[in-house]
């Protein structure tokens, strides 16, 4: 195989004569100096294979100076031999030459953070003294080589985030110091191997994210080093081991597999040091081992999603430094009181920041006990179970809570007063349950709120004024209730950032006459079954971004407002059984994205128009109403008397013809780009991410900053990679902070609004509070790709797996 071309050859050639020159002035042993002579070699093959040096770090390779002060090259003092490599995050592409076996001198090699392609060549296994190898986020493919295990003194592999296919080599197993194996995030197959359970001074074993099958091999239970365990998201099957000697391990990460069986019922000693256990959304069955509560450096323990049954241990309180329970998603409890008597003991744990017990069949009244919890709760999650009683007046004590979701249980009374001290209280879920009363008037304390789901209760009475305090709300759900009264005039005006809106099947009367001008990100809004008069708000033009707009039922007469022309998002419209006269305005053709139009039993007349949703008769219903005429030929309405008949017989003359074409031609691709352009819009639009949920408007950053910051996403700042991302380190300078950043890759998970739905559910289910966020990033970066990346407070002692749970 050539390597050189001939002009490469020559340059070679010219650099050895210097070199040479250089080296016997100041060494004259002639060993040293072929080695030598080799060692630039292979880096001039190493440099002719990396293409794409935009920080122009492989032109400082070059004949003007020794290759030891050639940049990211580091070599022994004595020996002049390299000894390391570290070519990290320069947006290096091309390949890693074989020639890298020629540098037999290497202990540390780093080319993470490029855009390497190709495979991991067989020749690093010459590298005896390798320590250290990182060719972390790359796009490596093909296998990892054997030969690698002949690397006697390797320390760390790290080849997270390639495309790296085959089977872990059993030959691995054969190494003697291997502290650190991360394989996570790549297309690795097969099983893991049990040999791996012979290097007894494996630290980490990070192989989540991948596509490992079989079973997890009990020879695991022999390092007695292992601190970290990330097997997670891989399609591992059969039973959690009971091993005995797993005294050291900190993490268990094996959540998304397909883990099957009991967890063993001594887990609670044979695992003494376990800080994190994760093993939601596997096919376990069985109690939740009683020993669990023995484990008392506990701190995130997370089973949900599985088929857990039984009672909850009512000792879970022992852990007293439980910072996250999710327990959701099983079938815990036996439908009969007492179930939620382990609620009680959590009082005792005093760091508790996340308590997911929803979706299981948990029975009972919530202890008033509640009120003693941890002041740091700020994320609770009940919901969807059989829970009877009342909201405790104690949960106010919860300052700190700004996620509460209750929703879909039985639980009855009046919402507490106290609920107006949750002031950070940022989502607040209690739809379908038993609700009744009033809305309390200190929910307009919850400046913070941005979703409020009250639906499907009995509140009476009207809704609070103090409700247009809640200036952050983003969604806003009150429907199927008795609420009644008029809708106040300055409500609505308040709510710039709502984006759903729902009163429908309630008993509201007077007209919807409220300021709706400040509604302009508006996309739902349903106020349909109610008992409104009055016409249909013409403020209502001015949310642009509306998509759907119910106003069925015996509300609304006058007729239909012409602004709807300018809501060109609108794509269903149900304006049936009102009162609606006039004609339809000929606008309405021309929305879009309008697939649905219901208009059926108004008063309404005059001709229905032909084009956009009324070409379509499947979308578009008008029974009862008595004076339409026109429309297309399959709705078989009458004529309209005031059609003008077409002019016929007109002779045109060639000029005439030549700009009518033009002007079609222009006019088409005019309405081409309009189309295109509300398109990408609306695309835009679906990427929407509710910022304001995290940034309070205290600080923007932009992607320059960022970048900034965490020194170009610098491996040496990263803190880890995670299913959403990469974390890393930054320093915002100005404002003297140490942040972490998580960037999310938004390509691993297809289209951003499959992103967003992901987002959503996994809220439902997992805590996210662990972090305080400072602010959120979204914007393009500089290869023109949609960024979005979260800030947090960085957490000196947190391991990356706290960042990487913080699911939005
Ligand atoms: C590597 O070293 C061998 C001899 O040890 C030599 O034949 C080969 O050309 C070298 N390759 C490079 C790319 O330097
Ligand atoms: C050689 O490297 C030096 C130092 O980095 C650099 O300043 C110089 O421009 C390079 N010369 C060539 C010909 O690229
Ligand atoms: C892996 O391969 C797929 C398909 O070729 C590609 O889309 C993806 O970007 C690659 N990932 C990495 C990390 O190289
Ligand atoms: C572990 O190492 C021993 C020798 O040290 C060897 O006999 C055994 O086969 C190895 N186990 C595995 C699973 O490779
Ligand atoms: C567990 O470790 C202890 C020492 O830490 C050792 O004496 C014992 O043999 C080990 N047990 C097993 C089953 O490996
Ligand atoms: C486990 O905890 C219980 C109390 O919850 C205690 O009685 C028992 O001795 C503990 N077992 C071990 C092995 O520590
Ligand atoms: C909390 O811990 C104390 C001291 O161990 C114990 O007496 C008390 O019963 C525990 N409280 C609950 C509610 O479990
Ligand atoms: C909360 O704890 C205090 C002191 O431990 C106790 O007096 C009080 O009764 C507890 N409150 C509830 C509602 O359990
Ligand atoms: C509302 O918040 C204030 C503090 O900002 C507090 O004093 C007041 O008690 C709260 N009102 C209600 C009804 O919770
Ligand atoms: C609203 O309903 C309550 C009973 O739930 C009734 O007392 C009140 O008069 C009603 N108000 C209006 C304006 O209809
Ligand atoms: C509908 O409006 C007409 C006048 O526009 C009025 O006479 C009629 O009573 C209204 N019908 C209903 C059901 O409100
Ligand atoms: C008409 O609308 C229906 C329902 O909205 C849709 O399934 C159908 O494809 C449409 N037909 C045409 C020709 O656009």
């Not at 290096?92 to 020639?99: D, K, N, T, V």
């Not at 119910?550 to 006058?558: I, N, P, R, T």
């Amino acid at each position: 195989m050539e390597i050189f071309s001939l002009k490469n050859q020559w340059i070679n050639l010219l650099f050895i004569i210097i070199f040479t020159l250089l080296s016997i002035s100041s060494k004259p042993a002639t060993l040293a100096l072929r080695s030598n002579e080799n060692d630039m070699l292979a880096l001039l093959s190493l440099k002719d294979q990396l293409v794409g040096d935009s920080h122009g770090v492989l032109t400082s390779w070059n004949a003007s100076f020794h290759f030891c002060q050639w940049q990211g090259v580091q070599c022994g003092r004595r020996h002049q031999r390299v000894v390391s490599l570290n070519m990290s995050g320069l947006s290096l592409a091309g390949f890693i030459s074989p020639a890298i076996g020629n540098l037999t001198f290497l202990r540390e090699v780093d080319f993470s953070y490029n855009k390497l392609q190709g495979s991991i060549p067989r020749e690093v296994g010459h590298l005896k003294r390798l320590v250290y190898l990182s060719l972390e986020l790359n796009h490596l493919n093909g296998e990892i080589p054997e030969e690698l295990s002949n690397c006697s003194n390797l320390q760390e592999i790290a080849f997270t985030a390639n495309n790296i296919t085959g089977e872990i080599p059993v030959s691995l197993g054969n190494m003697k110091n291997h502290i650190k194996l991360h394989l996570a995030y790549n297309l690795l197959i097969g099983g893991i191997p049990a040999s791996l359970g012979n290097i007894s001074t494996l630290k980490v074993l990070s192989l989540q994210h991948n596509k490992l099958k079989g079973t997890i091999p009990s020879s695991l239970g022999k390092l007695s080093n292992l601190e970290h365990m990330y097997i997670g998201k891989n399609k591992l099957s059969g039973s959690v081991p009971p091993v005995h000697n797993f005294s050291s391990l900190l993490v268990l990460d094996a959540a998304e597999n397909q883990l099957s069986g009991n967890l063993p019922p001594e887990i609670g000693y044979t695992f003494p040091n376990l800080e994190a256990i994760f093993i939601g959304l596997n096919q376990l069955t069985g109690e939740i081992p009683r020993s669990i509560s023995n484990i008392s450096s506990l701190e995130l323990f997370d089973i949900s999603l599985n088929g857990f049954t039984g009672s909850v241990p009512e000792n879970m309180g022992n852990l007293r430094n439980l910072l996250v329970l999710t327990i959701s998603g099983n079938y815990l409890g036996s439908g009969k009181p007492g179930d939620l008597s382990f609620l009680s003991s959590l009082s005792n744990c005093s760091r508790l920041q996340s308590l997911g017990i929803n979706y299981n069949h948990l029975y009972g009244v919530i202890p008033d006990s509640i009120a003693n919890f941890s002041i740091w709760l700020e994320e609770l999650l009940m919901g969807d179970n059989q829970i009877i009683g009342r909201i405790p007046h104690g949960i106010g004590n919860l300052i700190n809570l700004d996620f509460m979701e209750m929703k879909g249980t039985f639980i009855a009374g009046e919402i507490p007063i106290s609920i107006g001290n949750l002031q950070n209280l940022e989502g607040l879920y209690l739809g379908f349950n038993h609700l009744s009363g009033k809305i309390p008037s200190s929910i307009g304390n919850l400046s913070r709120l941005s979703d409020l789901d009250l639906s499907n209760n009995n509140f009476a009475g009207a809704i609070p004024l103090s409700l247009k305090q809640c200036t952050n709300l983003q969604k806003l759900d009150l429907s199927t209730n008795n609420i009644n009264g008029s809708i106040p005039y300055q409500l609505f005006g308040a709510f710039e950032r709502l984006i759903y809106l729902n009163l429908s099947h309630n008993s509201f009367t007077g007209s919807l006459l409220s300021d709706m001008r400040n509604m302009k990100n508006l996309v739902e809004f349903y106020v349909h079954n109610n008992n409104f008069h009055g016409e249909i708000p013409m403020t209502l033009g001015e949310s642009l971004e509306l998509t759907t707009l119910f106003m069925q039922k015996k509300s609304f007469h006058g007729t239909i407002p012409q602004s709807f022309a300018s809501l060109r998002s609108l794509e269903n419209i149900d304006l049936s059984n009102n009162n609606l006269s006039g004609t339809i305005p000929p606008e309405l053709q021309k929305l879009p994205f309008l697939v649905r139009l219901n208009l059926s039993f108004n008063q309404l007349e005059g001709e229905v128009p032909k084009k956009g949703v009324f070409k379509n008769a499947t979308g578009f219903s008008f029974f009862g109403n008595k004076n339409l005429c026109g429309g297309i030929p399959k709705i078989q309405l009458p004529k309209c008397f005031s059609e003008k008949p077409k002019e016929k017989g007109k002779v045109l003359s060639t000029k005439t013809i030549i700009v009518i074409i033009i002007s079609i031609l222009l006019g088409s691709i005019l309405v081409v780009l309009l189309v295109y352009h509300s398109l990408r819009h609306k695309a835009r639009r679906g990427t929407f991410m509710p910022s304001s949920l995290f940034d309070n408007g205290c600080l923007r950053l932009s992607y320059k900053e960022l970048l900034e910051c965490t020194h170009g996403f610098a491996s040496s700042n990263l803190i880890g990679i995670g299913s959403f991302g990469s974390v890393n380190k930054g320093v915002l300078y100005q404002h003297e902070k140490l942040v972490a950043v998580k960037v999310l890759n938004l390509r691993n998970h297809g289209a951003a609004r499959s992103f967003i739905a992901e987002c959503k559910a996994l809220r439902k289910i997992r805590h996210r509070n662990l972090l305080k966020i400072i602010t959120s990033c979204s914007s393009i970066d500089y290869q023109g790709n949609e960024f979005k990346a979260l800030v947090f407070e960085f957490m000196p002692n947190g391991s990356y797996l706290k960042y990487e749970y913080y699911t939005i």
